[in-house]
Nanobody, 120 residues
Framework: QVQLVESGGGSVQAGGSLRLSCSAS????????MAWYRQAPGKQRELVAG???????YYADSVKGRFTISRDNAKNTVDLQMNSLNPEDTGVYYC??????????????WGQGTRVTVSS
C-alpha cells in the first residue's frame, strides 16, 4: 500500500522559516511527479510547488523567491523549504505524488497534511 507521510509543519512568526518533508513508501515502479499543495482556511486547495521527473519545476507566484522544492529520487522524498514566511502562508500543506504502480498506469496520492501557522 502506497503512503505519503509528511513532517515539519508547525508555528512560526512572520519572517521565519520552516522545512516540510514528505516520504513516499510502498510498492510502485516510479514517481512521475511530486508536489506540495496548501489549503488556507476558507479557501480551495492550491498548488504551491511541483517537480516532475522530467525536470520541470513550478512555483506559485505567491511563493516564488521564498520557497524551494527539492526531491531526492533515491529516497523517494520531496522537501519544501519555506523562507520569509508571512501570515498568508498559513494553512494545511499536503504532499502530492503521481506514482506509476503498473507500467503505463499512474495514480495520484495525497499525504495526510501538515499544518503551518504563521503569526504576525
Amino acid at each position: 500500500q502506497v503512503q505519503l507521510v509528511e513532517s515539519g509543519g508547525g508555528s512560526v512568526q512572520a519572517g521565519g522559516s520552516l522545512r516540510l518533508s514528505c516520504s513516499a513508501s510502498g510498492s510502485f515502479l516510479s514517481i512521475n511527479a511530486m508536489a506540495w499543495y496548501r489549503q488556507a482556511p476558507g479557501k480551495q486547495r492550491e498548488l504551491v510547488a511541483g517537480d516532475t521527473t522530467g525536470g520541470s519545476i513550478y512555483y506559485a507566484d505567491s511563493v516564488k523567491g521564498r520557497f524551494t522544492i527539492s526531491r531526492d529520487n533515491a529516497k523517494n522524498t520531496v522537501d519544501l523549504q519555506m523562507n520569509s514566511l508571512n501570515p498568508e502562508d498559513t494553512g494545511v500543506y499536503y504532499c502530492n505524488a503521481v506514482l506509476e504502480e503498473v507500467a503505463g498506469l499512474a495514480y495520484n496520492y495525497w499525504g495526510q497534511g501538515t499544518r503551518v501557522t504563521v503569526s504576525s
